[in-house]
């Protein structure tokens, strides 16, 4: 009996560990690679990575306010943006920041290379559909910005991804608000 109890509990703690390991994704950026969230694969647009820079603070506070954690990211891409259906939108992100339509862009100089930056926030109160099954929390590594618009005819209004950032591991709870600011830096020179 001690036998089979010694087997059960090994068998226990072996799943337990493998269906808590944590997949990773590593991409070289200078080959044509996709990014994976929630079963969806994203093009990351190299050939754009070079002319632009992406950057994200993740700040999260509790419902009261007060500040639980800062982290910045480690990497962050754009992404060749498309609809639903996989039909691409070439050059959009161009668009996005050339008609202001993101957020007004100034300019900047970092090292003698001229930049247009845009720097804008976006907010997300925490909720019961981020956290995990048993609901008692979360983490997030990173997250993508999506433009939503009516793109008209077939398309209508629907949400596109543009570009990510990755983060080092941050910790949520409901009612958790979670301020991602980023910054996006495009080079005129």
């Known amino acids: 009996m001690k036998k089979f109890e010694g087997l059960i509990l090994n068998t226990i703690i072996i799943t337990l560990i493998v269906s808590s390991a944590q997949d990773v994704i590593a991409a070289d950026l200078d080959e044509d690679v996709s990014w994976h969230e929630d079963r969806k694969f994203y093009a990351v647009d190299t050939d754009t990575n070079l002319r632009y820079e992406v950057y994200l603070q993740s700040v999260v506070r ?3 306010g007060q500040l639980l954690s800062v982290s910045e990211s480690t990497i962050g891409w754009t992404i060749i943006s498309s609809f639903s259906d996989g039909v691409q939108i070439p050059g959009l992100l161009d668009v996005l920041v050339d008609n202001n339509v993101i957020d007004e862009k100034s300019v900047v100089t970092i090292d003698n290379v001229k930049y247009e930056k845009i720097q804008f926030q976006t907010e ?3 909720d019961h559909d981020w956290l995990t099954p048993i609901g008692t929390g979360n983490m997030s590594t990173g997250t993508m910005w ?3 618009g009516d793109f008209k005819g077939k398309y209508g209004y629907q949400c596109v991804p ?3 950032a990755k983060t080092p591991q941050i910790h949520l709870a409901m009612d958790n608000i979670l301020i991602n600011q980023w910054t ?5 020179n």
């Open 62 to 64: 509790d419902a009261q």
């Open 146 to 148: 999506k433009f939503c």
């Open 124 to 126: 997300k109160v925490v």
């Open 162 to 164: 543009v570009f990510g």
């Open 184 to 188: 996006v830096l495009r080079v005129t």
